[in-house]
């Protein structure tokens, strides 16, 4: 994250050299690990304390001052803000290309953080599978529209949760009909498909999967 983000800011600040003689964007410097642990530990932390604007958090009033100012200035954190990024954009193979990647920005991330959840976690015997959306309004195509969801438009995921606490153990992010490649002799649908991959690892392990009417039909035995 830090190595991609200076990149970045590199890349853009040599294509965009004429800013403003007051744009925060002047002042750039590169970041380092420890200052982009500390951002994404204000992200986590706004989580948690919601306020109405971003000005917010960074508020000088004795009753409801916090630490993020003594963390960092807001012109800092915006600017991490703007340049925050995870791959470089340089390798991205633009759509209708061999090896076209939509999560490419993202690819990292899901690489390192996949295999986490399952690892560190012994899930109980209720298992459950079901679709869940990231609120999203910006333009990708691959944005779905759920009117039945609490989040409606957004980006869909097939999530894989321990049924008693929640914990998320598998999530796929849904960018089409390729996210599940069905083998044209196979019996399943492609719904069936979702179930069967993200459930392989745990497969004849004493669990029980619950689902709604995701799947409505399913000849393959799972326990």
């Not at 195509?141 to 869909?156: D, S």
């Not at 019996?187 to 689902?211: C, R, W």
């Amino acid at each position: 994250m830090t190595m991609h983000t200076n990149l970045y800011a590199a890349q853009f600040l040599a294509e965009h050299p004429g800013f403003g003689q007051y744009s925060r964007f002047r002042k750039w410097r590169e970041t380092n690990t420890a200052e982009m642990k500390a951002f994404v530990a204000l992200q986590r932390a706004m989580g948690i304390n919601n306020k109405p604007e971003l000005e917010d958090y960074w508020g000088k009033y004795w009753l409801t001052r916090n630490l993020f100012c003594d963390v960092m200035s807001r012109n800092r954190f915006e600017q991490l803000c703007g340049f925050k990024h995870f791959n470089d954009n340089t390798t991205r193979l633009q759509r209708g290309q061999d090896g076209y990647d939509p999560l490419h920005k993202v690819r990292p991330v899901l690489e390192i953080v996949d295999p986490i959840y399952p690892s560190v976690y012994n899930p109980g015997k209720e298992l459950a599978l079901d679709e869940s959306m990231i609120k999203y309004k910006d333009r990708i195509f691959f944005r779905q529209y759920m009117p039945t969801k609490p989040t409606k438009l957004g980006i869909k995921t097939f999530a894989l949760c321990e049924s008693d606490t929640g914990y998320g153990l598998q999530f796929v992010v849904y960018t089409g009909r390729a996210t599940f490649p069905v083998d044209q002799s196979s019996p399943l649908s492609m719904t069936e498909q979702v179930a069967v991959d993200i459930t392989k690892d745990y497969v004849n392990k004493g669990h029980v999967l619950f689902m709604d009417n995701f799947i409505r039909h399913h000849n393959c035995s799972w326990h």
